[in-house]
């Protein structure tokens, strides 16, 4: 197993921006693919990002389409989340997760073995 743990959360009015670090230990993030993932209170867990172990793809969720980035430091062993002009409907926590088996992008969470006990994001209107 990699060990996760994000950082970076917080409040922020719309429009604002966050970005979120998530560092791991135990194994190389250039192994596998990395994914963030959030859940809102009452709803499902759902797909936000995920970055492919080779680095040349990232793939992300409609909603945040052109407003995050994924990225990541291998030297650091760390990905990131960049989230710009945030919406009141962004709000929840956000979760890094990793792909410890998959050769292609996955947005389903049972496909991720390995998860970070998730940071808060909260945006006001």
């Known amino acids: 197993q990699v060990q996760l743990v994000e950082s970076g959360g917080g409040l922020v009015q719309a429009g604002g921006s966050l970005s979120l670090s998530c560092v791991a230990s135990?194994?190389?993030?250039?192994?596998?693919?990395m994914g963030w993932f959030r859940q809102a209170p009452g709803k499902e867990r759902e797909f936000v990002a995920a970055?492919?172990?080779?680095?040349?793809?990232?793939h992300y969720a409609d909603p945040v389409k052109g407003r995050f980035t994924m990225s990541r430091d291998t030297a650091k062993n760390t990905v990131y989340l960049q989230m710009n002009s945030l919406k009141p409907e962004d709000t929840a926590a956000y979760y890094c997760?990793?792909?410890?088996?998959?050769?292609?992008?996955?947005?389903?969470?049972?496909?991720?073995?390995?998860w970070g006990q998730g940071t808060q994001v909260t945006v006001s209107s």
């Open positions: 135990g194994r190389a993030i250039r192994n596998y693919i």
């Open positions: 997760a990793a792909d410890l088996y998959g050769d292609y992008i996955s947005t389903q969470t049972d496909d991720f073995a390995s």
């Open positions: 970055i492919h172990w080779s680095g040349a793809t990232t």
